[in-house]
């Protein structure tokens, strides 16, 4: 089981900066990939960044040169990631969801998904 939890959020105005981080921890696990997700109301929950084991990265053209996705490991089955989120739009409001794709530490071709509860992110024009 590995629980995943977010926090970071708030409200910032146009052109600010927000660091999202989520926390993932628990039993025997290692971090293969992780996203982060965003949802705004009436909207799909969609993909902004995403982040390998090997630290490869990828993202929606919409945040590209204004995001950046990142991770550590911080101790034995436990691992953050960050989102810094520069020159904020009114349209990067939303929920922001991380999800973390994990293995076992200990068997091979065990693979899953973890959710966190996600954070709201208020950006004011």
């Known amino acids: 089981q590995v629980r995943v939890e977010e926090s970071g959020g708030g409200l910032v105005q146009a052109g600010g900066s927000l660091k999202l981080s989520c926390e993932a921890s628990g039993d025997a696990f290692i971090l293969n990939s992780a996203s982060w997700y965003r949802q705004a109301p009436g909207t799909q929950r969609d993909m902004v960044a995403h982040?390998?084991?090997?630290?490869?990265?990828?993202?929606?053209d919409s945040v590209t040169g204004r995001f950046t996705i990142s991770k550590e490991e911080a101790g034995f089955s436990k691992y953050r990631v960050y989102l810094q989120m520069n020159s904020l739009k009114a349209e990067d409001t939303a929920v922001y969801y991380c999800?973390?794709?994990?293995?076992?530490?200990?068997?091979?071709?065990?693979?899953?998904?973890?959710w966190g509860q996600g954070t709201q992110v208020t950006v004011s024009s």
């Open positions: 999800k973390v794709n994990v293995g076992s530490r200990y068997y091979s071709g065990y693979e899953k998904d973890y």
């Open positions: 982040i390998t084991a090997e630290g490869i990265t990828n993202y929606v």
